[in-house]
């Protein structure tokens, strides 16, 4: 089984941009879950999309979204770049919930926003 | 706050086992322990978890006390490759919580 993608790899953006990130997760997998990693503050959890609905969401502000597609496939939006923002994103795969079961975690997007 | 306390970082030889301690003194009875690593600049992997019974796999043992209050990772031979941040993660099963991520252990391998 291919493991979970996400692209792009690498991001440079300013602020004030905003940018759009892709996952696709493991297939039969309905569960993704995104999360923002710091060196200051560590992996932190964004949200959790299962069939197309947000299931759980982070303390984040409402710059930060996502959706998930038919296919589980999903995206998250950052709107009005700001520096702090500049993370390492990650995405993680489960077949039902990312609170309690194994998480298969993509290589993440590594955003610098200058 | 995460749910669990870890040193922050550890050494060890190469071709030793490797011991990381994880404290869950709060852990209630239908949470799992889990452990996932991160090499740097990669995605956490999946290790091992487990309830209460102690746990093995290709990768590593889990060892939960009986009273559930602390567990150990062991990695019977670290290698190089093992150097990574090791979490130690609570979580109850079917669970609408997100996982809570402390900050980890750094284990370092030295030839």
């Known amino acids: 089984k291919a493991g979970v993608t996400q692209t792009p790899r690498y991001l440079i953006k300013t602020r004030g941009q905003q940018v759009t990130l892709s996952c696709s997760p493991i297939s039969g997998h309905r569960s993704v879950s995104w999360y923002q990693q710091t060196p200051g503050q560590g992996l932190q959890f964004l949200f959790e999309y299962f069939s197309e609905t947000q299931r759980n969401k982070g303390n984040f502000p409402g710059r930060f979204s996502g959706r998930q597609f038919s296919n589980s496939r999903s995206e998250m939006n950052v709107s009005t770049l700001e520096l702090g923002d500049s993370a390492l994103y990650l995405c993680?795969?489960?077949?039902?919930?990312?609170?309690?079961?194994?998480?298969?975690f993509g290589s993440g997007t590594q955003l610098s926003v200058l | 706050d995460a749910k669990t306390t870890q040193p922050p970082s550890m050494d060890c030889a190469e071709g030793r086992a490797a011991n990381l301690p994880c404290n869950h003194s709060?852990?209630?009875?239908?949470?799992?322990v889990y452990w996932y690593r991160q090499i740097h600049s990669q995605g956490p992997q999946y290790i091992i978890h487990g309830l209460k019974n102690n746990e093995t796999n290709e990768m590593a043992s889990l060892i939960i006390t009986e009273d559930r209050k602390s567990s150990t990772l062991i990695l019977p031979h670290a290698t190089l490759r093992d150097t990574a941040v090791y979490y130690c993660?609570?979580?109850?099963?079917?669970?609408?919580?997100?996982?809570?991520w402390g900050a980890g252990t750094k284990l370092i391998i030295k030839p």
């Open positions: 993660i609570v979580s109850a099963a079917n669970s609408n919580y997100q996982l809570i």
């Open positions: 709060t852990i209630s009875g239908n949470e799992y």
């Open positions: 993680a795969s489960s077949s039902w919930t990312a609170s309690s079961e194994k998480l298969f």
